[in-house]
């Protein structure tokens, strides 16, 4: 587990462990300076991001800043650290870029798109299970890798079953929140009207000057006929229907169904085509969504309302079975790693082979370089050999022992986690995405730039050494 102790006085050390949920922990931070927030707001930008280039950057970071306290209590100025940590994080890059590679043909790409996908999932799962999971979360990011589809990917979770009653719905699928005796289990070609307006008024809100309410208890009737009027014979409301609602649609054959999301109802109204109404004025044909079969499923003791075959066909939805609630975040890691990775077809290899071949290389630009430089270029190289380290280390490995042996190893040669051992990681698959650990090192270094008190950043460094120098 990692640590990163700050001793904000000399009676005063606290220590703050960094976890899976880096962003979120790092808010127990206490210094007497006013780099815990700074550190919060970047580890916070990266939320978003996959769980693995945050624990990376994370780690890097750690490095970094235990480096740069022991070169500061030496007198030495932040702004030459700075400059240096910029150097290397530029070598870096520029190394990551030159030994990176890429998949040859279609059946290397499903392979690398699987094995990625199954990186991200919980570690309960088997590799049966796994490659299941991660074969069905290939085939919905494929047909929606663009940015603006990425969203019409949709996870939900079902208690009970196995894992291998998981399935994907070709179409948006959402909790029924009811179910009426009345209604039809399945309509084809279906015609959908979204109103996000109240079609009967709150029984404590009548107006008493209004007839027509007082009879029917504040049913509007009118406007019940205006959607049945228009032609759509199913109905999605924000706003829940009473029990005569539901009855007046029964009577004209139409599917209601209300309480629905805000989220569950865009995402029907992207994929059908249909329009959200906040008025039920002239409401035309044109307007109306579709889809080849509306129909309501039972999964487990949940009812399912089911549009298949939108005319959007990215559309997809996960229903998750027998997982537990941690699953969601893992699963949605999983598509933003294939997303990326489909955009940026780049890979180096994993197991600690790319971290090793980077320290080295920094260490031999150390070698050409004069002055103080050499020894932060070397600390930074230092500083990326703790990536593996913890890696192995998680993995309940002898890191001391794996590192010395892939010292001399070539970029292509990692450690297999599985088995421990020594191996050719490109021939075995052990791919890693080349943006995950540029991504990772740019974001650490800037961070602790920022930290370090450069021109744009603030004045952490330049109060640290003067606690450290007592002036």
């Known amino acids: 587990m990692d640590e990163m102790v700050d001793e904000a006085s000399t009676a005063t050390c606290q220590t703050l462990d960094v976890l899976d949920h880096t962003a979120g922990l790092l808010d127990l931070l206490f210094t007497v300076y006013s780099s815990p927030d700074l550190l919060v707001d970047i580890l916070n930008l990266q939320k978003d991001s996959e769980f693995i280039e945050r624990k990376v950057a994370a780690v890097l970071l750690r490095e970094l800043l235990k480096a740069s306290t022991l070169f500061i209590e030496r007198g030495v100025r932040s702004e030459s650290l700075v400059r240096s940590f910029r150097v290397a994080a530029n070598l870096a890059v520029k190394k990551i870029t030159d030994i990176s590679f890429s998949y040859q043909n279609s059946q290397e790409k499903k392979l690398v798109l699987v094995k990625c996908a199954s990186s991200a999932l919980p570690s309960q799962f088997n590799g049966a299970e796994k490659e299941f999971f991660a074969s069905m979360v290939v085939d919905a990011v494929t047909t929606s890798c663009s940015p603006d589809e990425l969203s019409l990917i949709n996870i939900k979770r079902v208690p009970g079953g196995t894992i291998f009653d998981t399935f994907v719905v070709n179409g948006i699928a959402f909790k029924a929140t009811f179910w009426c005796a009345g209604f039809m289990h399945q309509i084809s070609n ?52 009473s029990d005569a609602a539901v009855k007046f649609f029964i009577g004209k054959d139409i599917f209601c169904v209300g309480q629905v999301t805000k989220e569950d109802l865009q995402q029907v109204a992207a994929t059908s085509g249909a329009i959200m109404h906040d008025s039920l004025d002239n409401i035309k044909e044109e307007v109306l969504g579709t889809c080849e079969l509306f129909e309501v499923k039972q999964v487990g003791s949940e009812w399912f309302n089911i549009f298949s075959g939108c005319p959007v066909d990215a559309a997809k939805t996960i229903v998750l079975r027998g997982t537990d609630q941690y699953a969601d975040g893992s699963f949605n890691d999983s598509v933003m790693i294939l997303t990326r990775v489909i955009k940026n077809p780049d890979f180096v290899a994993g197991g600690g082979a790319t971290d090793m071949e980077i320290s080295r290389c920094l260490m031999t630009h150390a070698e050409t370089t004069v002055g103080k430089s050499r020894q932060f270029i070397e600390a930074y190289a230092k500083a990326v050999k703790a990536i593996p380290k913890q890696l192995f280390d998680d993995a309940g490995m002898d890191s001391e022992s794996l590192l010395f042996q892939l010292k001399d190893k070539s970029s292509l040669f990692g450690v297999n986690i599985m088995t421990g051992c020594i191996v050719n990681a490109y021939e075995n698959f052990i791919w890693e995405p080349a943006f995950l650990k540029t991504n990772a090192i740019s974001s650490a270094t800037e961070a602790a730039c920022l930290v370090l008190g450069d021109a744009n950043g603030n004045q952490f460094g330049r109060n640290m050494r003067r606690k450290c120098l007592g002036t």
């Not at 809100?205 to 504040?218: A, M, N, Y």
């Not at 109905?235 to 829940?240: E, H």
Request: glycine residues 6%; negative net charge.
């Open 190 to 241: 279906p015609k959908i009207l979204i109103v996000i307006v109240e079609l009967e008024s709150n029984p404590a809100d009548i107006r008493h000057s209004d007839p027509l309410e007082i009879q029917t208890g504040g049913i509007r009737y009118d406007k019940l006929e205006k959607c049945a009027l228009s032609g759509a014979n199913i109905i999605l409301s924000c706003f829940p229907f």
